[in-house]
């Protein structure tokens, strides 16, 4: 059985263990102390440094210089006595981190044939073939592993992690579990419990763990940064501001961190501190679409609706499927008189959301202000084909395009049950009277519809909008 009990990983520290399992003996750390300089040569002035000891240090020395091909042609001067099964295992293990995927196979197989029963030559297996995408001879190997150790850190929680990509939390938790009964300081285990658990809303056990990881390691800024999550969840937002705290200050450069100060910021009020947390995550990543979707929310809710426009307008240029987003932008642009880019944004919506009266009326609005009732008409020709010709949808959009049966589209509004449908409808109205300069009737239903509360609407912010005007 190999030394070093986990998986294999390309660590210096790793040469010194595989090293003083060759040798029998431990092998120094290639910077020693005054102190134990001067007892070893007093201790034995003239003693030789072993052949051994010397390839360990030099193979120190390039991993810790960062040069893995450096150290990867020691082992083309490796001494005879110093191949044993650890020292080619590390070998293979610093291939596979080279990209040398091949060689790393080869080295691994021919390991395994020598040693089928060793866990850590079945891991380093695993890790080969997880590297090369090859799903089937992974699990063969876990299940080897496992036969010989139900318990096994490695293999569960590398089945955790499978488990977790596939949204299946439940049985992802079990696994990262099982894991931390054979090794309840595994970090890695533990995390990915804790994690497990959170989506879970299993709170007490995923602070418990996230707790306990911090413990074993306190430098652990995930763990932090969940335990903010946590608290925020409840609504002690000050309370995650210093756990968010925590973890920036562990990795300043983590865009999602950022994302959650901005959001803790805002919820203790502080809208400078949202702002910059916000601007940083966009900072850090450019081409990330949520950063300046927060910034154009905290932009709208402060009334600054040109830097809300502009940060839409990021938002569906960095992810164009994002079809709420247009929406938004339509919204802000229409603010703004820009109808032709309103009208795009509500096209861009409609394709996402097809059977969206709401869109359309819009997209017929923009036509309307550019002054191209051609093809406003030629356009609600198209949308109304499908339409129940006794619905209400139905009603307004023939209003639209017909310009004309206000009265009997009224009064179908106002005997609509439905609050919210009333609402949006009293909207469209209140605008075809706008659109036709009669401006009385157009405030008279722009007021009926801010008096709904709780409307959820946009249309309401729009009719809130118009009263303003």
């Not at 596979?96 to 091949?102: C, E, I, P, Q, Y």
């Not at 080869?106 to 380093?124: G, R, S």
């Not at 929680?157 to 079990?174: F, M, P, T, V």
């Amino acid at each position: 059985m190999m030394c070093f009990p986990k998986m294999i990983f390309p660590v210096a520290v790793l040469v010194t263990v595989a090293f003083s399992c060759a040798t029998g003996s431990a092998v120094a750390a290639p910077a020693a102390s005054k102190t134990q300089t001067a007892s070893a040569k007093t201790t034995n002035a003239t003693a030789a440094v072993s052949p051994e000891v010397r390839f360990a240090q030099n193979l120190n020395t390039a991993l810790e210089k960062g040069s893995l091909e450096d150290a990867l042609k020691l082992f083309d001067t490796m001494p005879e006595a110093s191949k044993t099964e650890e020292t080619q295992a590390l070998k293979a293990s610093l291939l596979l981190s080279a990209g040398r995927d091949a060689e790393a196979e080869a080295l691994a197989q021919e390991l395994l044939a020598a040693h089928p029963n060793d866990i850590d030559v079945l891991q380093l297996n695993v890790m080969v073939a997880k590297k090369k995408g090859d799903s089937r001879k992974k699990s063969e190997y876990i299940k080897r592993i496992l036969a010989i150790d139900p318990k096994n850190a490695g293999a569960n929680i590398e089945l955790g992690s499978e488990q977790a990509l596939k949204h299946r939390y439940r049985d992802a938790r079990d696994y990262f579990q099982k894991a931390t009964f054979s090794e309840p300081n595994n970090t890695e285990a533990l995390f990915g419990y804790a994690k497990m658990s959170y989506y879970l809303q299993k709170d007490d056990d995923a602070r418990k763990a996230f707790e306990k990881i911090l413990t074993i390691d306190p430098s652990d800024a995930s763990a932090y940064a969940y335990l903010g999550k946590l608290e925020g969840e409840v609504k002690r937002y000050r309370t995650a501001l210093e756990y968010i705290n925590k973890a920036l200050a562990l990795d300043p450069t983590n865009t999602t961190y950022y994302l959650d100060k901005g959001t803790y910021s805002r919820f203790v009020g502080d809208y400078k501190g949202a702002e910059a947390a916000w601007k940083k995550a966009v900072e850090n990543d450019p081409d990330y679409f949520l950063g300046y979707a927060y910034l154009a929310g905290l932009y709208d809710e402060q009334e600054q609706f040109d830097k809300a426009l502009e940060a839409y307008r990021k938002v569906v240029e960095k992810n164009p499927q994002y079809y709420y987003a247009y929406e938004s932008l339509g919204i802000f642009a229409w603010h703004s008189g820009n109808w032709k880019e309103a009208r795009a944004a509500f096209e861009k919506a409609l394709a996402k959301k097809t059977d969206s009266t709401s869109y359309a009326l819009m997209i017929a609005a923009c036509y309307w202000k550019e002054g191209n009732t051609v093809q406003m008409k030629k356009f609600l020709e198209g949308f109304m084909k499908p339409l129940d010709r006794t619905s209400l949808d139905y009603t307004v959009v023939r209003l639209y395009h017909d310009l004309s049966g206000d009265g009997s589209a009224l009064n179908k509004v106002v005997q609509e049950k439905n609050s919210t449908i009333r609402g949006k409808m009293l909207y469209y109205m209140a605008l075809y009277y706008e659109l036709q300069n009669k401006s009385e009737l157009s405030q008279k239903y722009y007021v009926a519809v801010t008096d709904m509360e709780g409307a959820r609407f946009f249309e309401y912010r729009l009719a809130e909008w118009s009263i303003k005007q």
